[in-house]
């Protein structure tokens, strides 16, 4: 029997610049009827010019601390999902580490895209389960307005900047991470990328005059992926712990496309309370959808100790997968 790993409390952090759609109608051949009937959303936050990752995981990683009253010394480990580092090294978890004195803490980055969260969350929980860390910050984040092409209306609408963070420890009650299923497919790694940049095309005066440094995206191929990869393992999740969506108190789906999350509840058979969307508010923040839903719905006293809650994501590699959690004593 190994050690189970519970959320222990949650916060999240939003840039303060709002970004509508009437916005981006100005500078880019779209508008708002599209954007709201296709994906749901509405607007979108972006950080200040001297903001970056780091600085939301950090806002969100001060508020539990504050909130818990934990020493830092105590924090073990930090693990990072995002896909936009404030800078390729030192790591966004490192940065993170240093600004909040978590001097005992080793630090990393989690590179899944959408699906960085919850990746992390089941990392954090491995090393829970080893009984060698006892306080470990979870961070999802991304500044994706960084590698936005805002002269591509099929994509600069989608996303937004936004983070939240959880802090897991271990448990002995009946609460915390119950089960978990992650899938990686790279095969649909062309489907959603960035090409630049990298050491594959490192920056140069020509990949930027190419755009390479900018997300590339099959939309119709990712939707279709996206709705079969997040219904499927959230079906195989909780089939296999016995369980059906009218045992749920919650989803909280990855926030790419409110049809995608309409279509999942619904294969699911859950009712309207029972989902999270704040997409038309937050839009997709990839790694950040997740912690930032839950820091709401904790906020809005969504979820009571022993509540069934499931996560479920989808993103670029392609990744994939479900957590299933049974909900304890959470700030
Ligand atoms: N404004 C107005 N029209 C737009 C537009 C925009 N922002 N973006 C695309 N269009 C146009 C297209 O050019 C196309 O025009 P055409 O028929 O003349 O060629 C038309 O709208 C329909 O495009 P299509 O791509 O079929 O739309 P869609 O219903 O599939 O919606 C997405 C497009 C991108 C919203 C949708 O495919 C999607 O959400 N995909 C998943 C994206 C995602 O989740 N990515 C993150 C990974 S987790």
């Known amino acids: ?65 504050e909130k818990t009253g934990i020493d830092v010394a105590e924090i073990d480990a ?19 580490q240093d600004a909040i004195g978590a001097t005992n803490a080793w630090a990393f980055d989690l590179n899944a895209a959408c699906s960085g969260f919850i990746f992390s969350l089941e990392t954090a929980a491995g090393l829970i389960a080893s009984e060698k860390h006892q306080k470990i910050l979870v961070v999802g984040g991304d500044t994706m307005t960084s590698v936005l092409d805002y002269e591509d209306r099929t994509t600069c609408i989608l996303f937004g900047d936004g983070a939240g963070a959880v802090l897991l420890e271990p448990t002995d ?4 991470i119950i089960d978990s299923i992650m899938f990686t497919d790279g095969s649909g790694g062309k489907r959603l990328f960035m090409p630049g940049g990298g050491s594959r095309h490192p920056a140069t005066r020509e990949t930027v005059d190419q755009r390479l440094h900018y997300l590339k995206q099959d939309g119709r191929e990712v939707y279709k992926s996206a709705v079969r990869g997040m219904a499927d393992a959230a079906e195989t999740i909780l089939s296999r712990n016995g369980l059906s969506g009218k045992d749920l108190k919650l989803f909280i789906p990855h926030q790419a ?17 029972q989902v999270l969307i704040n997409i038309e508010r937050v839009a997709n923040t990839t790694a950040g959808t997740i912690p930032i839903g839950l820091s709401e719905a904790v906020a809005d006293e969504r979820l009571e100790e022993g509540d069934l809650l499931l996560l479920s994501a989808f993103g670029a590699g392609f990744t994939w997968g479900a957590t299933l959690i049974r909900w304890g ?3």
């Open 1 to 65: 029997m190994t050690k189970r790993a519970t959320i222990s409390a949650v916060a999240h952090y939003l840039p303060e610049r709002i970004l509508t759609n009437a916005e981006l109608e100005k500078t880019v051949d779209t508008n708002d009827e599209w954007i709201r009937s296709r994906t749901g959303i509405a607007e979108r936050r972006v950080v200040a010019e001297d903001e970056a990752t780091s600085h939301m995981g950090i806002n969100s990683a001060r508020q539990i601390i």
């Open 78 to 96: 930090i693990i990072v999902g995002t896909v936009t580092p404030d800078m390729f090294f030192p790591s966004t978890a490192a940065l993170i």
């Open 173 to 176: 009650g009946e609460d915390g």
């Open 257 to 273: 496309n409110k049809r995608i999350i309409d279509a999942s509840a619904e294969k699911l058979g859950l009712s309207e309370e």
């Open 329 to 331: 004593q959470c700030q």
